[in-house]
């Protein structure tokens, strides 16, 4: 069974940097994309970079982009998300999934979830 396992999160201040990692093991299939995504209470669960296994392109939310690198150790199969310059809106409970398929933001397109780790910034 394949097994998405995070980790790194925590609670920072405004302006620090945090990286989650996101460890695969039981591969079943080599996913065509490695998404990350965040969650608030009450909210939808929202996209905020994606890595294409292939290419190695990424992606991000116009909200993270220039403070969010996601990026991927093949050797240790797992993909990581470095999140600089953190502000309070970035508080939640981050995901990263994979997918066979696609690398949009759609959640119903990814196959595996990890459990989740949250985020924390506050002063």
């Known amino acids: 069974q394949m097994q998405l396992v995070e980790s790194g999160g925590g609670s920072v201040q405004p302006g620090g940097s945090l990286t989650l990692a996101c460890a695969v093991t039981?591969?079943?299939?080599?996913?065509?994309?490695m998404g990350w995504f965040r969650q608030i209470p009450g909210k939808k669960r929202e996209g905020v970079a994606s890595?294409?296994?292939?290419?190695?392109?990424?992606y991000y939310h116009d909200s993270v982009k220039g403070r969010f690198t996601t990026f991927r150790d093949n050797a240790k199969n797992t993909q990581y998300l470095r999140m600089d310059n953190l502000k309070p809106e970035d508080t939640a409970m981050y995901y990263c999934?994979?997918?066979?398929?696609?690398?949009?933001?759609?959640?119903?397109?990814?196959?595996?979830w990890g459990q989740g780790t949250q985020v924390t910034v506050s002063s």
């Open positions: 999934a994979a997918s066979g398929s696609h690398c949009f933001w759609n959640t119903a397109d990814y196959d595996y």
């Open positions: 039981g591969v079943t299939y080599s996913p065509y994309c």
């Open positions: 890595f294409y296994l292939g290419s190695r392109a990424t």
